[in-house]
């Protein structure tokens, strides 16, 4: 049960982090992409702290790259770790590995595109 409960945590550790890459970096610059500078200005009169945080974008790209990077070895090493004997429990590892996984490439995806829209489309546009 221990598994599951750090297996989880570190499938949303996973998530918040490259989340908070899309808030702080991608979202500005898709919005000024789009041509909605306007609405961007507005986010910001009702959210002033992303100017704040997206004075320290390199930083948090790094920080949520290393824990990417730490999270996917995790769930590598742990693919073959056994599970108990018991079918329930069984089911439960192998659902709780699926989750994680699932959780993880979805962070990498949100990851990537955040990325994508914050250091490479600026220099193309």
């Not at 702080?24 to 959210?47: E, H, R, Y």
């Not at 990537?112 to 600026?122: E, G, I, W």
Request: net charge positive; aromatic share 12%; glycine share 4%.
């Amino acid at each position: 049960m221990t598994e599951k409960r750090e297996s989880s945590k570190l499938g949303l550790l996973t998530l918040l982090a490259s989340t908070s890459t899309l808030i702080c970096c991608a979202l500005p610059a898709l919005f000024v992409t789009l041509g909605a500078g306007a609405t961007f200005a507005s986010i910001i009169n009702v959210f002033p702290q992303l100017i704040i945080v997206s004075q320290y974008k390199v930083y948090i790209s790094v920080i949520t790259l290393i824990i990417l990077i730490v999270a996917g070895l995790l769930i590598e090493k742990s693919k073959y770790d056994p599970c108990p004997v018991d079918p329930t429990l069984r089911d439960i590892c192998l659902r709780t590995r699926k989750r994680t996984s699932y959780i993880f490439y979805v962070s990498v995806i949100i990851f990537v595109f955040a990325s994508l829209f914050t250091y490479v489309l600026p220099e193309y546009l």
